[in-house]
């Protein structure tokens, strides 16, 4: 059974290990892949974010965050990163993670939420997306140099909470 | 003649001025309307980021800002901010700075830049940013609280510098 919890101090070295992983990988995420596990957790804990984990039989298999886009007059679209842990990949996590900051940002009074960054190469994580009602609103050509793919475009993806 | 070069500390105050009118107005950018001189100085001057003023006659007339749209792998598409005086616009002011900016952008390597929130009642910014090359890439519904039009639609927009 998935348990989806707000992120305590503890759970730091759990979230280090998944955070280190992807961006080691180099193939969806856009973070310096030399990012230091102090500057890591402060960009997941920073002012402002909402971090939680998913847990099965307390093991972290995923993390994510939620806040606001844009501050002052863009901050009623809400923005999230997510991330699982290689081995508990095709599991679910993902999407349930996905269902839960819906499910957030609908209480946080939020009123659409946008992914500003979704590499193109990234089909999974598209597909889940849009059975999950995003749509692409934007395309950034060649934004993200992919590791074996080379420059590939980036998709700006948007679905309304109302 | 308008003069473009890097700011220096000692051009706080007049970039405060700038950057506060702006901000009130909360028609054009997604600041914190309420965001204090500090948090938008060292927002303006944070790690990473080009700043520039435009000055006529040793007065200052514009601001801007240069920076890596993303870390790592998205680090290769510029970003940029630009902010005119208001008894300083309709004089070109900002058309310059952008100029200058699309050139710093090239000698500082980067291949594309890109704004990631342009205001879609901004007419005359959008206006001139297709002047200069600039397409619409993306079109984000509702994303933006104007004080008298209530939300509007908020453009990315893009050019390759190759």
Chains 1, 2 share one sequence.
């Not at 909402?50 to 994510?64: C, F, K, L, M, S």
């Amino acid at each position: 059974m998935l348990n989806i919890r707000l992120a305590a101090e503890a759970d730091s070295d759990a979230i280090w290990n998944i955070f280190y992983e992807i961006v080691a990988a180099g193939d969806t995420y856009a973070f310096d892949p030399g990012i230091s596990r102090e500057e890591a957790l402060a960009y997941w804990f920073r002012a402002n974010t909402h971090t939680y984990i998913a847990e099965n039989d307390r093991h972290v298999v995923g993390t994510y965050i939620l806040r606001a886009n844009q501050p002052g007059p863009g901050s009623h679209v809400a923005n999230a990163a997510y991330m699982v842990a290689e081995d508990a990949r095709g599991l679910g996590v993902g999407r349930k993670m996905a269902e839960h900051s819906l499910s957030e940002a609908r209480r946080l009074g939020f009123r659409a939420m946008q992914f500003n960054f979704v590499v193109s190469t990234n089909a999974s994580a598209i597909d889940l997306w849009q059975q999950l009602g995003f749509k692409i609103v934007g395309t950034l050509p060649g934004a993200f140099r992919h590791p074996r793919a080379g420059y590939v475009d980036v998709y700006v993806m948007f679905r309304s909470l109302l």
